[in-house]
């Protein structure tokens, strides 16, 4: 079984550039989970989505960021206009989410790192 | 709003010996705690997870305790080896009604040979 697939494992934009970010959970999974980690900092929530919903962003950012989990294909997370300090790693995970009790374990992607210059 | 903490940025210890990474939290009552292990570059993988009616958890030269007393989980790691040299993330569930995970900033484990 493959595991949670994140592309482009780098990435190099220019301030004010558009950067997408890609992720393909595990087979059978239907949520996903977008993550940050700036440097010497933990990993912090993003956004929570199941397919063409999202269920949790409380902590995107309210401006240039946003994300979708279509019908079909990856789960893609968009930053407009970046700025230098959207440098970070970029995390994505998946679980068979049952609900809060049974929460299945998130599977983590190897992350995008994300370079703005 | 909740707060998780990892006792130390950085821990150094001998193989063979046992290592004892902490974790504390505040302002909550997790459902569950989790353990995960991440390696320079790479993304967290999972190793534990343990409920909040579970005392203690163990898989292989792993074990982990949760006290929700004291509001803790401690993660330990027997005979330990080089190869367990990583940063080690302590996560908890989110509060009712999120599903996200907050992570601690982690424990960097080096095994010294």
């Known amino acids: 079984n493959a595991g949670v697939m994140q592309n482009p494992r780098h990435l190099v934009r220019r301030r004010g550039q558009e950067a997408r970010l890609r992720c393909s959970p595990m087979?059978?999974?239907?949520?996903v989970y977008w993550y940050r980690q700036l440097p010497e900092e933990g990993l912090k929530f993003m956004v929570y989505l199941q397919k063409e919903n999202i269920i949790d962003e409380s902590g995107m950012p309210k401006e240039r960021f946003s994300a979708e989990f279509p019908k079909e294909g990856p789960s893609i997370l968009r930053i407009q206009q970046v700025v230098r300090g959207d440098s970070a790693a970029y995390f994505c995970?998946?679980?068979?989410?049952?609900?809060?009790?049974?929460?299945?374990?998130?599977?983590f992607g190897p992350g995008t790192r994300l370079l703005v210059l | 709003s909740q707060k998780i903490e990892q006792n130390s940025e950085a821990l150094n210890i001998q193989e063979g010996k046992t290592a004892t990474l902490t974790c504390n939290y505040t302002n909550y009552s997790p459902a569950y705690l989790q353990w995960y292990r991440q390696d320079p570059g790479r993304g967290p993988v999972f190793l534990l997870l343990i409920r909040e009616n579970e005392k203690e958890k163990r898989k292989e030269r792993l074990k982990v305790t949760f006290d929700t007393t004291l509001k803790q989980s401690l993660f330990h790691i027997t005979a330990s080896q080089p190869a367990d040299s990583a940063t080690y993330l302590c996560a908890l569930d989110g509060q009712a009604g999120s599903y996200q995970l907050t992570f601690g900033k982690g424990t960097k484990l080096s095994v010294i040979p």
């Open positions: 087979k059978g999974h239907s949520h």
């Open positions: 995970a998946s679980s068979q989410r049952l609900d809060r009790l049974t929460q299945e374990t998130q599977y």
